[in-house]
């Protein structure tokens, strides 16, 4: 949503936009349409098939390390997704800032946000916090709770209690990579002493998941916040 409207504030006035020809608006129809047409009788049969993973997921989960599913998939069953959005969150950052500046051109604070922003902020590292400690067992985890924790840091910011994200602060950078490094160690760990690539040992799966989670969520917390919040680019030579 944020890079939705930064995008949309980079848009030229109306009246100023370039118009699309007629000849360009074919030619777009021309290749989507063919696409269209070959991916909806592929899609056609899935209706009627019948789903055996959740089966497959509920006899596994008493070995996932995890009680809810949806984190035994993420963690465990399907770890490289997780470690993959991690590497692509980190390479959507590295992108915008390669687009032009990130930091807002803020104003003097609401009264009523600098008020209440020491409040709400600690409030959201708590709710980060617990939504990180029961997506073990419930819904939540390490995208929730970085979410809530980046939330907090920008309210923070725009409330004037914090100053701007420097990207040239190495601790920040750290905290960037940390979530992903730690997990493609944990991967690699695995395939060396274990069965296989993120196969973990047994009896490791639960606190080899908990460090993971809690790593991702610093990092993806940092992430959020500099995609929002963070500094200019360094100027190039």
């Known amino acids: 949503g944020v890079l939705l409207f930064a995008a949309l504030a980079r848009q030229p006035r109306a009246g100023s936009e370039p118009q699309l020809s007629r000849r360009r608006r074919l030619a777009a129809v021309a290749v989507l349409l063919p696409l269209l047409l070959m991916v909806l009788p592929q899609l056609a049969p899935l209706a009627e098939l019948q789903p055996s993973v959740p089966t497959q997921i509920d006899a596994a ?11 035994a998939v993420l963690l465990n069953f399907r770890a490289w997704d997780t470690l993959l959005e991690l590497a692509v969150l980190l390479l959507a950052l590295l992108g915008a800032r390669q687009l032009g500046s990130l930091q807002p051109q803020l104003s003097e604070p609401w009264p009523m946000l600098r008020a ?6 600690p409030l959201l590292v708590l709710a980060g916090g617990y939504v990180l400690w029961r997506g073990a067992a419930s819904p ?4 929730q709770a970085g979410a809530l924790l980046a939330s907090g840091i920008v309210l923070l910011r725009l409330a004037g209690a914090l100053p701007a994200l420097r990207w040239g602060f190495w601790p920040l950078r750290l905290l960037v990579l940390v979530g992903l490094l730690l997990f493609v160690a944990v991967a690699a760990a695995c395939a060396w002493f274990g069965d296989g690539w993120l196969q973990y040992p047994t009896g490791w799966a639960k606190p080899l998941i ?3 989670e809690a790593a991702a969520t610093l990092s993806i917390a940092a992430s959020l916040s500099l995609l929002v919040i963070g500094d200019d680019p360094e100027p190039q030579s």
């Open 61 to 71: 989960l008493a070995q996932s390390g995890v009680e809810h599913p949806v984190t």
């Open 140 to 143: 939540g985890g390490a995208f």
């Open 116 to 121: 209440w922003g020491r409040t709400l902020a």
């Open 210 to 212: 908990v460090v993971i």
